[in-house]
């Protein structure tokens, strides 16, 4: 019998992680609407159906109005800066591809989404569900256990991490997860503004939590602890340890049941989600999730009904490769410059584009040219492979262009670039897209080398190395 595995996203968490992963270089459709915060959310949401398959799924929204916390703190989340607004228009379009998707949204009046998370996680667990709470808020590992766990998605290109019992123990010094409370309740939350004990970081709250089982025992055998500061610390700020220790603590008797048959993985409303996809301009992710449906967008979506469920299916991302053109097949204007004259010529021209894209080619570390372009089928080749004093030089007489915050640049790996540019005295400044960075972004699974990516999106193949 399948494994019946359910995950409940937390739906705020995950799209600001997904607006400020693409925050220097926003995604901005034809009528200039910011889409980065859905389309990073539905890239993450599609990459998390195909690798993990859940059979079940639910997503949580916190909320606008206060919440029991509030009613015992006035100043909880008192800190949050407002909504960014890019985040408040995507909003209403990310509930109704979520709907369109056919998965639950979850909320409660008075409680946040990490409270209706850990009440419908606890309850799945002891229906036999293996449960996944998709957040990077470590609130959450108090309510890991044998069934329960935390799934945190990697950043910046760092794969996803799956906290368990033994990983929570380990993070945090502790006996058992529920002691993350105490631990919280004393090093306090700045997030959330729960203001735990002054004095008091991660560090020395492990220690107190090493001697002491809980906050209320160190609260009462206060005189055992050695260290006089800790020992008035903790003495003399009783009722905000309480207190704070009673904010970070997850509510699990939220007002919500779990019925397993509302949060089974089903196919979506595929016209509805082709319509909000075309509105968003999601042109190479409506494949992808059209693809990952076992359906052809091409296909007339109207004749597919709810009961005709195509199983999913990984998509050969290789088809049609062998109609890819290339330098020997494609019209193309690619210019070798070398003179002192003829790079001073071209800066000045690319300093007149918004647009300029650059790569560095290496062998074995050691570079042998520049490549630049501004304009679709030209480009220039700068030769480097000289000498040190060569290529310190002409890369000199570009300096102004990498450095000039009015032209963004587009690169494939612009860590990279930036660290061989670095080392003769170049910086890269003004925007800047990143090719790599934004392919992760798109689909974390697959591979990120620019010769697959240039076949996949512009059907164009890269000369062989060895050519």
């Given amino acids: 019998?399948?494994?019946?595995?359910?995950?409940?996203?937390?739906?705020?968490?995950?799209?600001?992680?997904?607006?400020?992963?693409?925050?220097?270089?926003?995604?901005?459709?034809?009528?200039?609407?910011?889409?980065?915060?859905a389309f990073g959310f539905f890239t993450t949401l599609l990459s998390l159906l195909k690798q993990y398959k859940p059979t079940h799924l639910g997503i949580a929204f916190d909320l606008h109005g206060p919440t029991f916390r509030h009613e015992q703190f006035a100043d909880y989340k008192a800190n949050r800066q407002s909504t960014p607004e890019e985040i408040r228009e995507m909003e209403p379009y990310i509930r109704d591809i979520i709907d369109a998707m056919h998965i639950p949204m979850l909320s409660s009046e008075g409680y946040e989404a990490d409270d209706v998370i850990g009440t419908l996680a606890k309850?799945?667990?002891?229906?036999?569900f293996e449960v996944y709470m998709v957040t990077p808020d470590k609130d959450y590992a108090q309510l890991v256990e044998e069934n329960v766990k935390i799934l945190k998605l990697g950043r910046m290109g760092s794969d996803a991490e799956i906290w368990g019992v033994d990983e929570v123990l380990q993070k945090f010094e502790i006996d058992e997860p529920k002691q993350v409370i105490d631990i919280l309740g004393l090093w306090g939350d700045s997030s959330d503004n729960i203001p735990g004990v002054p004095g008091v970081g991660e560090k020395k709250a492990k220690a107190l939590l090493k001697q002491f089982h809980s906050i209320e025992e160190a609260i009462e055998r206060c005189d055992e602890i050695e260290s006089k500061s800790?020992?008035?610390a903790i003495s003399e700020n009783r009722d905000i340890a309480l207190q704070?220790?009673?904010?970070?603590?997850?509510?699990?008797?939220?007002?919500?049941?779990?019925d397993e048959a509302e949060f089974v993985v089903e196919k979506p409303d595929f016209e509805s989600c082709k319509r909000l996809f075309e509105e968003l301009e999601f042109k190479s992710f409506s494949k992808k999730f059209f693809e990952h449906f076992g359906l052809e967008e091409?296909?007339?979506?109207?004749?597919?009904?709810?009961?005709?469920?195509v199983e999913s299916s990984q998509p050969d991302l290789f088809s049609g490769l062998s109609a890819c053109s290339s330098v020997e097949t494609s019209?193309?204007?690619?210019?070798?410059?070398?003179?002192?004259?003829?790079?001073?010529?071209?800066?000045?021209?690319?300093?007149?584009?918004?647009?300029v894209s650059f790569f560095s080619n290496k062998v074995q570390g050691k570079p042998i040219g520049l490549s630049l372009s501004a304009d679709k089928e030209k480009a220039w080749f700068i030769p480097l492979w000289k000498n040190a004093e060569d290529c310190s030089a002409k890369l000199n007489l570009l300096k102004d262009l990498f450095e000039s915050k009015d032209i963004t640049k587009i690169v494939y790996d612009l860590k990279a670039e930036r660290h061989f540019l670095s080392e003769y005295g170049c910086s890269v400044n003004g925007n800047c897209f990143d090719v790599q960075l934004a392919h992760y972004l798109l689909d974390s699974e697959t591979s990120h080398k620019l010769d697959f990516l240039s076949e996949k999106y512009i059907e164009y193949r890269l000369l062989d190395d060895s050519s």
């Fill in 331 to 355: 019209s193309h204007d690619y210019v070798l410059i070398d003179s002192v004259e003829e790079i001073r010529t071209l800066v000045k021209d690319l300093q007149t584009k918004e647009k």
């Fill in 1 to 37: 019998m399948e494994k019946r595995k359910l995950f409940l996203i937390d739906a705020m968490a995950m799209i600001y992680r997904a607006f400020y992963a693409m925050n220097k270089s926003p995604r901005i459709n034809s009528r200039g609407l910011d889409t980065s915060a």
């Fill in 123 to 128: 309850k799945a667990a002891k229906q036999g």
């Fill in 298 to 309: 091409s296909e007339s979506v109207q004749t597919i009904t709810r009961n005709q469920f």
């Fill in 230 to 232: 800790l020992r008035n």
């Fill in 244 to 258: 704070s220790k009673f904010l970070a603590t997850i509510a699990l008797d939220v007002p919500i049941e779990f």
